[in-house]
């Protein structure tokens, strides 16, 4: 059983088109992010959901749209691509804490990731 | 703000010779989360360990152990008799309580292990 999965594992486009990158998961998780990892391999957050509501917006371009139709889902929709965007975006998972402070926040469970080259 | 470093961008080791990979963390909260994660040739990241700011109890897992130590705020990771299929990107990334939800990364230790 694929605990988080996203399609589609390779995306190669040409700059200026409109792409989907989809993203399920079935640990019961209330939280899911976007990660963009560059050819430099740093990871850094771009968005998150804690059940349907983003909660974590960080400065990405308004090209990029997530949505979240479920808590089980969270998918990412980029308009007008440009070359700069091509790197590799993982989606990920996690059960966060309920109340301010918690004594439990468990790992991020991603995703295989999908590689976006835009040519 | 929460900040990560890996201060080592590079190691290459030998099979079977120890090695440290440092972890250095930056918060302003009390209760956080340190974790490390794996990130193999093949490409997808796998979790290793996860640490609560109030534990500071060392952990061993087969040839991994982790240190902790609140007082350098360093969070280092240790594997013993190193092998080829250690060969990897290691991540280790800080999440606040505060800040629920958001892990911050630092920018990664790449490993290789020669036979």
């Known amino acids: 059983d694929t605990a988080v999965s996203q399609t589609p594992k390779y995306l190669v486009t040409q700059m200026g088109n409109d792409k989907s990158i989809k993203c399920e998961q079935n640990?019961?998780?209330?939280?899911m992010y976007w990660y963009k990892q560059d050819s430099k391999k740093f990871l850094k957050i771009m968005f998150s959901?804690?059940?349907?509501?983003?909660?974590i917006n960080e400065t990405v371009p308004n090209r990029f749209s997530p949505k979240s139709p479920d808590k089980a889902h969270l998918n990412l929709h980029i308009n007008s691509l440009e070359l700069g965007d091509s790197a590799v975006y993982f989606c990920?998972?996690?059960?966060?804490?309920?109340?301010?402070?918690?004594?439990?926040?468990?790992?991020?469970?991603f995703g295989n990731g999908t590689r976006l080259t835009v040519t | 703000a929460q900040k990560v470093t890996q201060a080592q961008t590079e190691i290459s080791v030998v099979e079977k010779e120890d090695v440290t990979l440092d972890c250095v963390y930056e918060?302003?909260?009390?209760?956080?989360?340190l974790f490390w994660y794996k990130q193999p040739p093949s490409g997808e990241l796998v979790f290793l360990i996860r640490?609560?700011?109030?534990?500071?109890q060392n952990e061993i897992s087969g040839r991994y152990s982790w240190n902790f130590q609140k007082s350098t705020s360093s969070f280092n990771f240790t594997i013993t008799a190193s092998q080829v299929v250690d060969s990897a990107v290691y991540f280790c990334?800080?999440?606040?309580?505060?800040?629920?939800?958001?892990?911050?990364f630092g920018d990664g230790t790449t490993l290789t292990v020669k036979p």
């Open positions: 990920a998972s996690s059960q966060i804490p309920t109340g301010a402070k918690s004594s439990y926040n468990s790992p991020l469970h």
């Open positions: 640990l019961g998780h209330d939280t």
């Open positions: 959901y804690n059940n349907k509501e983003l909660i």
């Open positions: 918060t302003r909260d009390t209760t956080y989360y």
């Open positions: 640490r609560n700011s109030f534990d500071e």
């Open positions: 990334a800080l999440s606040e309580a505060a800040n629920a939800g958001k892990s911050t």
